[in-house]
Structures are given as structure tokens and as C-alpha cells.
């Protein structure tokens, strides 16, 4: 496997007299480089070292369109249609259907602003759309609502300031396309899981003055979004979809990788046909050197041309997938990128499956990855949605309180001691399923839209509609339905690993029930700005958990605890049942004890102060009442926070251990722990 440095550098280098163009192709025969001017130039491309195809021409100058004519023997060839260039940095459309590669003037003044270098511990994530996110915001100005300007504004920025996340994780802006079936629907892509170029930012996001001007300006106001969210110590993640491009299957459109060298660049078995783990059409067969190296310098690029911050690998199974398709953590590209010394310095986070053989791999990436993690999401979904839904039916839930336990701590049943509990990045709800909102109001999908007759999407969501299929105006059932989202905001607030929200999820945003809409570019996916005074009291309940997120350090462990020994950095765990008492092996698995007291305590480095908290959990929709613990040099607890109240309450009230506190139906309470005179203070 080849690293970095290993092929000649490729794409344009722009020069004093023009520019170099280098091109790689094992099977090519020949390539002309096209220059499109007031004539077209073609300028035949010379096979040099390690199958480097390299051209010069003084007509590239920044704004010039070029790109190939690519002819060969064995493979998807026909050097009538003019490709991509796999480096290009701006990128236009050719007004046929086609593209072009445009030459840009990456000339931009950072300021000497660094990267905010927010640690992992910290990190709290805001997944979210660039159009979506301040398309319906009227605060913004008309010209830059639902671009990368818009989402830079100083009205977006003051958003997310106020909420009190950390790094701003933006699905696909890397170039994209439409698939063809979608295009014949009168639909769109609107997610972006589409890659059509694998350096150039989105162009459709830009403003209409920067799309006029051209690709050079469509950079620069990428790079001015980047910059400005960095000013306001904001961190920037992408989406990245490395695994599949927008060619498609075999008969989907030839646009660059597949008529430059199909056979070196996607997984194909011995008859050619190609081997798909993605469900999209093709897989790029990251085991070759040349679509390796393409992505390792597309990530080098955009964390250094670009500065952003982090990288959320889409489908990262078929990134580690070698020369006979099998996972390995070991892969040489996943090796590669951890130990590039500015890709190692960045976020990087595993979807942790594919839909090839073996693909689901949660808990199986390198070190130094994290990974969304699936089994946080459906542990928590299923504890207060369809574990209660079931017990309504037979009296008693399922499973009892040991599962949800495990999420709560870290998952270190899954994730290795040597990672730590900071490689799980939990979530709730991502763009791909129903928003929260939704979990609560909806037991089955609603895709209609889509256009798939209802073969989209996935059935098994966890939700619960809690009596009513979508909007009711039955008081009751919008109560249950609010504190629901409230446990389950605290469930991913309160939990070690690091959240993930989703965009919207922080007011109750509804998809109308649609959990697959990655095909609507219309208000059904847009961030709404009018809203409903039970959508401000829960944003004002997702703000709270974030500051006692912030606040509290027992709550954000950077390692996993271990018995009868300090380990800096961690957060010791003691788990008591509604007695106050230390729970019994049977508590864990009853599916009638579903109350716990989770006292965690911070083992900090250095001077720091240990911090502690307790968190209440009841399970179950019968009130109750718990016994707080009696522990030695705790004097008192002050209750910070309960799902049962609409609106977080204003002043905190202090309990002293072994009081007697009721406890509401289904809900959640956090309490800071203080210690007597002598003891360590929290």
C-alpha cells in the first residue's frame, strides 16, 4: 500500500506559464488533456513513472475548464465523453450533462486563526445540513440563507454558540449529484451521499454572487465559512463519502474515475462485475495504491488547504475492505490515515458498517477513531420507547436496567480498554432515520414521498407513538410524548462517550414521519424558525444538559475505570437500587426493577477538583420513590435537573442522603454530589 508520498502529486499545479496536469491510469492506452477556451485544446498526456500520465498547457489559467479523453483496451473507455479530473477543485456543470474541471485561485488570508482543537472530552456534536440549517432563518439575509455564508452568518453562529455545542459536523459538501432514478422522479439529492468530486466544495452552496463569479469564489466563501466558524472556536467536521462515487452501477453515468482506469478504481470480481457493499451501484476498491492515495490526499487537503477539523467516515467498512473484500482494522489505508501526522491530529469518526458481507464492525476500528455507535442508540430508543410500550401491553418490560447501564458508562462491553469510553460517539437520532420528535409520535415510517412504494428506509426504528399514530391534540399524549424526548436528550447528554445531536432534535423538529427523506430539498428537511412555546421549553432543557454536561467532569470520562486502582482521567461508578442500596445481580436483569442511582466520580489529573453526580433513572411508567445513599463525607445532593419538569427549574434544590424523593413515571433527575468538611470537594 502506498502512503502520502509514495505517487508523483496529481491534479493541476497551477504555474507562471500555465499549468502541469498529472493524471494516474494502469489501463489507459492514451489520454489527451482537453482545455476548453475559445477553442478547445487538446493536449496528448505522456505515461510517465508508476502509471503517472502528465500534460502542460499555458492556456490553464484560474477559471479555465479542462479535463480528459481517456482511450484503452480493457475497461469502461470512450474517449468521446470528457471526465473529471479526480483532483479538481472547482468544479461546473457543462450544460449537457456532463463536467468540467475548473483551474481555481486558492490564494486565501486565514488570518493566523487556528483550529479550535477541542478535546474529545469536550466535544460536543451538532450534526446539521448546510442549506437546511439557515435556509428558513429570516434573521439572515434572503442572498445567503441556505449557504456556506449563511451558516458562517453572525445569526447562525450565535445559535450555536447559545446551545452550547462544540463542533459543527456538516453532511456532504464535497461536490455531488443527483442519481439518475431520483432526477426521472422529480427529485433530488438532497443529503449529498453522492460524491461526484472528491476536492471541490458543493458549488449549489455557495451564495449566487460567488456561483456567478465562478469555482474561485465558491472555494474562497468555503474557506470564509471555515474561518468564521473558527473565530468563534467552532470546529468543523465533514461527512465524507468515500466508500461509492456518483457514477453508480455499470450503467449509470461515466464522469471521471470510471472512464480514467474502472478496473483499478472500483471492487470487481473475476468476471468484472462490479462487487457492491454499499448498495449504491459501485464500491471504490480502496485496496488499490491509486484510489487509496486519492483519498488520503483528498483528506490531506481539505484538513489543510481547508482547515477543517474532523472527518465522519460514511460507510467506513468498505474503506477497510482488502484485495478479497474482507474487513480488517489493520487495513493500510486506515493505518495510513492514523499515522499521517495532520490527519492523526484530526476528528476522526467510523459509520462502523457497510451492507457488504461482515460489514457491521462497531468496536472495530483503530485506535485513535471513534464511531457512531449503534448499540447506544437502539439500547437507549428501546429502554424508553419500546421497552414501555411493551410493558403497557403485558405489565412488565422486557429487559431490565443492566443494558442501559452499560450505555450510560462508556459501552465498555464494546469498545476496548485501551480506547477508552471516548470512541463511542453516541446519538439519539441521525439524519438517516426518524428525528426525535418523530420517534415519539411515530411507530411506523411514512415515506410515501420518497416515490419507493415504502421499500426505503428502515422498519426497525424503536419508536412509539404513545397511543396515537403522528399529530394528536390529546393533552396527556403530548406530555408523555415530551418527556420522552426529555429522557432521551439526557440519556445522550449524560452519558460517557461523546454526543452527537441532531440538527433540530434540540426543539423537536418532525419529519412528518419520514425517515428516509434524503430526497426532499424542501421545509419537510429545513431547519424551521417559528416554533411553539413546548419546543422552546425543550431547547431550554437541551441547553441545561449541555451546561451540566460542561460543568460536571464525572460526566465526561476519558478512560474506563477499573477496580481497586486509580486511573486518572476516568470516572469511578457505584450503582445503587431505589433503597439506596448496592443493586443485587437479579436488579439488573428484572425487568420490574427498572430504578437505578448512578453515582459517578471523577478521578482527576493533576490539581483538579473531583467532581461528583448522581443520576436517578426510572424505567418505568408506575411513580415511585428512591432512597438517596448514605455514603461516608457526603452531606448533601443538589438536585440540578429532572425530565419531569416542562421548563428546567430555576433554583436547585438541596436533599441530604437517605431522604425519600418521589420519583415521576418514565423520567430522569441529575444531582450534584457534595462532600462534608475534610473530604475532597466536588
Not at 497551477?14 to 475559445?38: C, K, P, R, Y
Not at 456567478?212 to 468543523?236: C, D, I, N, T, Y
Not at 474532523?310 to 474487513?327: K, P, V
Amino acid at each position: 500500500m502506498m502512503t502520502a508520498e509514495t505517487l508523483l502529486p496529481l491534479g493541476l499545479q497551477l504555474t507562471d506559464d500555465g499549468g502541469a496536469v498529472s493524471v494516474w491510469s494502469h489501463n489507459a492506452t492514451s489520454i489527451e488533456l482537453v482545455v476548453f477556451g475559445d477553442d478547445e485544446q487538446r493536449v496528448p498526456m505522456e505515461r510517465g513513472d508508476g502509471d503517472v500520465w502528465m500534460a502542460h498547457s499555458s492556456a490553464l489559467r484560474p477559471g479555465t475548464g479542462y479535463g480528459f479523453r481517456v482511450a484503452g483496451e480493457n475497461g469502461r473507455f470512450d474517449p468521446s465523453v470528457v471526465l473529471l479530473d479526480p483532483y479538481a477543485k472547482g468544479v461546473v456543470s457543462d450544460g449537457d450533462g456532463g463536467y468540467r474541471s475548473v483551474a481555481v485561485d486558492e490564494s486565501f488570508d486565514w488570518g493566523e486563526i487556528p483550529k479550535p482543537r477541542i478535546a474529545l472530552q469536550d466535544t460536543i456534536i451538532y450534526e446539521t445540513h448546510v442549506k437546511g440549517y439557515s435556509k428558513q432563518n429570516r434573521a439572515i439575509p434572503e442572498e445567503l440563507r441556505g449557504t456556506y455564508a449563511g451558516l458562517a452568518h453572525d445569526e447562525s453562529i450565535a445559535r450555536l454558540k447559545n446551545l452550547g455545542v462544540t463542533s459543527i459536523e456538516l453532511l456532504p459538501v464535497q461536490a455531488f449529484r443527483s442519481e439518475q432514478r431520483l432526477l426521472e422522479n422529480e427529485l433530488a439529492n438532497y443529503w449529498g451521499y453522492n460524491t461526484l468530486a472528491f476536492f471541490a466544495p458543493h458549488p449549489a452552496y455557495a451564495s449566487e454572487s460567488a456561483r456567478a463569479e465562478g469555482p474561485s469564489a465558491v472555494l474562497r466563501e468555503f474557506k470564509q465559512m471555515v474561518r468564521r466558524l473558527h473565530e468563534a472556536e467552532l470546529e468543523v467536521i465533514l461527512d465524507v463519502v468515500y466508500n461509492h462515487t456518483a457514477e453508480e452501477g455499470p450503467k449509470g453515468p461515466t464522469l471521471s474515475l470510471r472512464g480514467i482506469d474502472d478496473a483499478s478504481y472500483y471492487r470487481q470480481g473475476e468476471d468484472c462485475e462490479y462487487i457492491d457493499t454499499t448498495g449504491v451501484g459501485n464500491t471504490l476498491n480502496t485496496s488499490t495504491p491509486a484510489a487509496a492515495q486519492l483519498v488520503l490526499d483528498s483528506l490531506r487537503y481539505w484538513a489543510t488547504e481547508l482547515q477543517v477539523d474532523g472527518f465522519r467516515f460514511d460507510l467506513a467498512t468498505a474503506l477497510g475492505r482488502g484485495e478479497h473484500h474482507e474487513y480488517s482494522r489493520e487495513h493500510p489505508l486506515l493505518a495510513a490515515i492514523s499515522a499521517d501526522p495532520v490527519l492523526s491530529a484530526s476528528k476522526l469518526i467510523a459509520e462502523p458498517w457497510d451492507v457488504g458481507v461482515g460489514g457491521w464492525q462497531t468496536g472495530n476500528f483503530p485506535d485513535g477513531w471513534s464511531e457512531w455507535n449503534d448499540k447506544f442508540r437502539n439500547r437507549a430508543r428501546s429502554f424508553w420507547l419500546t421497552d414501555i410500550a411493551y410493558a403497557r401491553q403485558t405489565g412488565r418490560a422486557p429487559v431490565g436496567i443492566g443494558g442501559f447501564a452499560t450505555r450510560l458508562a462508556g459501552s465498555s462491553n464494546t469498545f476496548s480498554a485501551e480506547r477508552g469510553p471516548l470512541a463511542s460517539v453516541n446519538f439519539i437520532s441521525a439524519h438517516d432515520g426518524f428525528t426525535l420528535a418523530d420517534l415519539v409520535s411515530y411507530d411506523v415510517k411514512h415515506n410515501e414521498a420518497n416515490k419507493e412504494d415504502g421499500a426505503d428506509g428502515t422498519d426497525n426504528n424503536l419508536s412509539f407513538n404513545h397511543g396515537v399514530e403522528g399529530p394528536t391534540g390529546d393533552r396527556e399524549i403530548q406530555w408523555v410524548r415530551r418527556k420522552a424526548m426529555r429522557n432521551l436528550l439526557a440519556t445522550l447528554l449524560l452519558s460517557s462517550g461523546v454526543p452527537m445531536i441532531t440538527a433540530g432534535d434540540e426543539f423537536g423538529r418532525s419529519q412528518e414521519g419520514n425517515n428516509n427523506p434524503y430526497c426532499h430539498d424542501s421545509p419537510l428537511t429545513w431547519l424551521p424558525y417559528q416554533r411553539d412555546q413546548w419546543q422552546d421549553d425543550l431547547l431550554a432543557h437541551a441547553r441545561r444538559l449541555i451546561t451540566l454536561r460542561h460543568e460536571n467532569l464525572a460526566l465526561r470520562p476519558q478512560k474506563f475505570a477499573r477496580a481497586d486502582e486509580k486511573v486518572p482521567g476516568s470516572s469511578t461508578m457505584t450503582w445503587f437500587d431505589s433503597l439506596g442500596n448496592t443493586m443485587s445481580e437479579e436488579d439488573w436483569q428484572d425487568g420490574r426493577q427498572r430504578t437505578l442511582q448512578y453515582l459517578a466520580t471523577s478521578t482527576p489529573y493533576g490539581e483538579e477538583k473531583v467532581n461528583s453526580v448522581l443520576l436517578v433513572v426510572h424505567g418505568n411508567e408506575i411513580p415511585g420513590v428512591v432512597t438517596l445513599p448514605r455514603l461516608d463525607r457526603i452531606n448533601r445532593y443538589e438536585h440540578l435537573w429532572s425530565s419531569a419538569d416542562d421548563r428546567p427549574r430555576a433554583d436547585p434544590e438541596t436533599r441530604t442522603p437517605g431522604d425519600v424523593i418521589g420519583i415521576a413515571p418514565a423520567s430522569m433527575s441529575l444531582f450534584r454530589v457534595h462532600r462534608s468538611a475534610g473530604a475532597v470537594e466536588s
